[in-house]
């Protein structure tokens, strides 16, 4: 199996968590993703790269840049975070605390981490890349997304790093 895949590969079961009352959509927590990221990629660089502050001085976001190798190729991607209800934290540590969690969920996914939550119904690639790596030779290749035998799934995009490079 790739990296890519084994990054791709969907959270269940209790890993998975119901959006808050007023929120949407399901998610996992930091320690989640940050333990996935070490089981497939081994260690990674992290770093906050920017704050963003409101008019008045308030840190209400950051934006961090997440490094890694996977397969072979060294990717750096991107991310954004906010704080939603800033005025709930006493300092800005706390606030960038926040802000630089939902960043790094962020980036991750980028890396393809968590992708399915964000996705929904709409998350098809995993099940794309999974035939790609293990064809079913009783499977025509029409039958496959792009398929009409030939080079294999030429519907699904190469991978990239899906963000700063």
């Known amino acids: 199996?790739?990296?890519?895949?084994?990054?791709?590969?969907?959270?269940?079961?209790?890993l998975v968590s119901a959006?808050?009352?007023?929120?949407?959509?399901?998610y996992v927590s930091h320690y989640v993703v940050e333990q996935r990221l070490?089981?497939?990629?081994?260690?990674?660089?992290?770093?906050i790269i920017d704050m963003v502050r409101d008019a008045d001085g308030?840190?209400?976001g950051c934006v961090g840049r997440l490094g890694a190798e996977v397969d072979g190729r060294w990717v750096r991607v991107c991310g954004a975070g906010d704080v939603e209800n800033p005025g709930n934290s006493k300092t800005d540590g706390e606030r960038l605390k926040l802000a630089e969690s939902d960043a790094f969920k962020r980036a991750a996914m980028r890396l393809g981490v968590g992708l399915h939550l964000w996705a929904g119904d709409d998350f098809f690639v995993y099940d794309a890349l999974e035939r790609r790596e293990n064809p079913d030779p009783q499977l025509p290749m029409e039958s496959m997304p792009g398929g009409?035998?030939?080079?294999?799934?030429?519907?699904?995009?190469?991978p990239t790093s899906g963000g700063v490079t």
Do not use: C, Y
């Open 58 to 60: 308030t840190l209400t």
């Open 1 to 14: 199996m790739s990296q890519l895949l084994a990054l791709l590969k969907p959270f269940s079961g209790r």
């Open 19 to 26: 959006a808050p009352p007023g929120k949407f959509g399901s």
């Open 148 to 158: 009409s035998g030939g080079s294999g799934i030429s519907a699904v995009p190469e």
């Open 38 to 47: 070490l089981a497939v990629v081994g260690p990674f660089d992290w770093e």
